[in-house]
């Protein structure tokens, strides 16, 4: 088949994957073995080109085995053919299993790439739809790709550094790579000399006992008080209603040396109970916003027929409302948590004893040069883990309650 408009879009969709799978996979191949190269860009864009090429000019059923191999096949063979047998830019003698799997990688993720782009679309004039949804695609993959290594990569380079030792980073700062030769005393040892050390077993205990305190007040007040919002009839609803967050207009930079004023007189600063009644006064508002939208999406009819049977106000509330608002209330209590957890501002003005601080402000007092660089990244993942598995373990209730508040609302 003559190369056409379709083709040509093939071409240059397969040199941009090529050009960008290559691009991560040096950085990665360098950051996980340690061996510095200068990626050959160039190679990979003519073997991304052939490959999109290939699977445009032989278009045929996506799902058939023989196009799927010759275009893998095309890629590998391009890349080592312009690279002359280093597909990575180094001999192959260098870190031989790592190159093997790299370019392994580059080979599987470059076809994955082209294919999802350009498949299902002809290889010669392409209607304005056509050449859009190839855009589209690629434009679609380009992001996740972007925005998975602009997440990954620094909590990488973080956990990496937190397993080194101090001659390690000495001897080569961009070295990541992982010595399993220290044995596990030797590989988590600045985990064990933060936890003996330098306190951090405290300051995970002040952390959760502020961000689940904070859960429960959040949820105290905010709980009767969208409910009111949502269901009851009084002077004002309309603008309380409204102006719930209006609080947020207020940067909480301008409310730190008011409240820590207060709290001096009041002897609430440098204690957990002051953080206590500063996280809720700005988790609340978020929290009844929230809340009073999934409350108006419960049918009335379900809440009358309480009242009507001899429920109270409260028994409908607690015997009615809360059990169908279970999705809302672990989303907000999830909001909540990672606010009162990663909180830093607050924490760093009004805590001084060492006893008190929390995560984040332990962490920053890491941050000195008497304090080697690898102890300060492993307290930033003592400080992210536990949150970051916590969200991905309760992930599904954040986004339905979250998009049902926004849709009965």
Known sequence: MAPGFGTLTGLVAGAIWGLVWMIVIAVTFMLVSGAITAP?????????????????????????????IA???????????FTFGAPLGLPLGTAPIAQLVA?????????????????????????????EVI????????????????????????????????????ANPLDFSIDLGQGFAGLFRSYIELFTIY???TFL??????????????LAFAVPGAYAVARLRFPGQEFLSRSI????????????????????????????????????????????????????????ELEEAGLMDGLTRAGVIGKITLPLSLPALASVALYVFMIAWNEFLFAFMFLDNIDLFTLARGVYSLDSSEVPRQHLMAGAVIATVPVLVLFLWFERFLVSGLTAGSVKG
Do not use: E
Request: glycine share 10%; proline share 5%; aromatic share 10%.
């Open 199 to 201: 306190n951090f077993g």
């Open 205 to 218: 205990l002040n952390t959760a006992i502020v961000a689940v305190g904070t859960v429960i007040i959040t």
């Open 40 to 68: 050959p860009v160039g190679a990979a864009m003519l073997a991304g080109a052939a490959c999109g090429a290939l699977i445009m000019a032989f278009r045929t059923d996506a799902r058939t085995p023989g196009l799927t």
């Open 135 to 170: 855009v589209i695609r690629l434009a679609k993959g380009l992001g996740l790709v972007f925005f998975t290594v602009l997440v990954a990569l620094p909590f990488y380079v973080m956990v990496m550094t937190s397993l080194k030792n101090q001659a390690q980073l000495i």
């Open 103 to 131: 370019f392994a990688a580059f080979v599987g993720l470059t076809w994955l790439g082209v294919h999802s782009s350009v498949h299902g679309q002809p290889s010669g004039r392409l209607t304005r739809y056509q050449f």
């Open 245 to 300: 967050l209006m609080i947020y207009m207020v940067p909480a930079i301008v409310l730190v040396i008011p409240l820590y004023a207060v709290f001096s007189q009041l002897g609430l600063r440098n204690t957990l109970t002051g953080l206590l009644i500063v996280y809720p006064a700005t988790t609340i508002p978020v929290a009844l916003y929230m809340l009073q939208g999934y409350f108006r999406g419960i049918p009335s």
């Open 71 to 81: 275009a893998i096949a095309t890629v590998g063979i391009v890349l080592v053919l």
